[in-house]
């Protein structure tokens, strides 16, 4: 295997790893965002565990975020509690750093 073969090789192992934590990480981020919106809810136990998984699910149904934090407001709204898109987008923020730690450190 050539010099060349043997880097491009070398960039395409760390791309897909690269890619799989960045897919971790949102996820992780999501199912966090989802236990603080379960929270705000007045979830608790199991129905709390299946709503973060819902929040990860809604990730799924298109590209961004927006999937998500559209599902979010619509049920905060239906639920009657008050959240604005900048309080999830503040969460969303603040749960990003503490989603790559736990990631990293179960790697």
């Known amino acids: 295997m050539s010099g060349y073969d043997e880097r491009k090789r ?4 760390k791309l897909t790893h690269d ?3 960045k897919f971790r ?3 992780r981020r ?4 989802g236990d603080w ?3 705000r ?3 608790t136990g199991d129905e709390a565990e299946a709503y973060s998984r819902e929040v990860v699910r809604a990730d799924f149904e298109e590209p961004g975020e927006e999937d998500v934090i559209r599902k979010l ?3 905060f709204a239906e639920a009657g509690v008050e959240v604005t898109r900048a309080e999830v987008l503040a969460e ?3 749960l990003q750093p503490v989603a790559e730690q736990q990631v990293l450190a179960e790697a």
């Open 10 to 13: 070398g960039m395409d192992t």
């Open 19 to 21: 890619s799989e934590v």
């Open 25 to 27: 990480v949102t996820n």
């Open 30 to 33: 999501h199912r966090l965002l």
């Open 37 to 39: 919106a379960a929270k």
């Open 41 to 43: 809810l007045g979830k």
């Open 73 to 75: 407001l619509a049920d």
């Open 92 to 94: 969303m923020a603040r």
